[in-house]
């Protein structure tokens, strides 16, 4: 989101320190991706929504609308919390690309509070925590919440290394690999968002022992880099 260069008169705003430069609930943006695009809030104060790379033998290209909601508190879906901060993207119905998501410390910190076993980072040398975060992918354009969607979400588990802490805007930034858009919601492998019952049934056998099975449809994939 480039200043305008008004010679002697060039604005010396600058854009606001660490994690204050991250967008807002209701921020978003449309840009057309070919390559490396950054999402800005279309505002004056150019806040970060998100970051796409078009990649892979199928890259990404197109008109894509990015868009940020974040929660006033902590919200759960049927039992199992989600972090404050989520994303909204409308896009070409294919095409790969690799997503970068930005959170806050105190967001991870909120969501850990609901959820002590398997907690995301809580702080910025955590490493171990890392490999608890887990990306719930929802299809559709239907709204805003996981309850709008239909369907079960797909779980994107990121590479640990692609789960890294900025120290200079003191922000979290999430990569990982996407075919398709929809809605974005980090949670924690301790607690997923539910999934789709397909199928339930029991059987007992000659010792009287009961056997279940089900079926769901949730599906976890990850999707490798380039």
Not at 67 to 86: C, M, N
Not at 92 to 105: I, K, V, W
Not at 125 to 146: H, I, M
Not at 191 to 218: C, H, I, M, Q, Y
Request: net charge negative.
């Amino acid at each position: 989101h480039p200043l305008v260069n008004l010679g002697a008169f060039e604005s010396q705003r600058t854009l606001p320190p660490a994690a204050d430069a991250l967008a807002k609930n209701g921020d978003q943006n449309a840009r057309t991706v070919t390559t490396v695009t950054v999402f800005w809030a279309n505002d004056e104060a150019c806040r970060l929504v998100a970051r796409l790379e078009p990649f892979g033998n199928t890259p990404l290209s197109g008109n894509v609308t990015a868009r940020v909601e974040i929660d006033t508190q902590l919200a759960f879906y049927k039992g199992s919390p989600y972090v404050q901060r989520h994303y909204l993207f409308n896009g070409p119905a294919g095409g790969s690309a690799r997503m970068t998501l930005y959170f806050t410390q105190a967001e991870f910190d909120r969501f850990n509070v609901e959820l002590p076993s398997g907690p995301l980072p809580g702080n910025a040398t955590d490493e171990a925590n890392k490999s608890n975060l887990r990306v719930f992918q929802y299809e559709g354009t239907a709204g805003s919440k996981p309850g709008d969607f239909q369907g079960a979400p797909s779980v994107i588990d990121p590479d640990d290394a692609y789960i890294r802490w900025h120290e200079a805007t003191q922000r979290w930034e999430v990569t990982f690999a996407v075919d398709g858009f929809s809605g974005f919601f980090i949670g924690s492998i301790a607690s997923p968002l539910p999934v789709k019952l397909v199928s339930f049934a029991g059987s007992v056998d000659a010792e009287n022992t009961v056997t279940l099975d089900w079926r769901v449809t949730e599906q976890e994939h990850i999707m490798a880099y380039d």
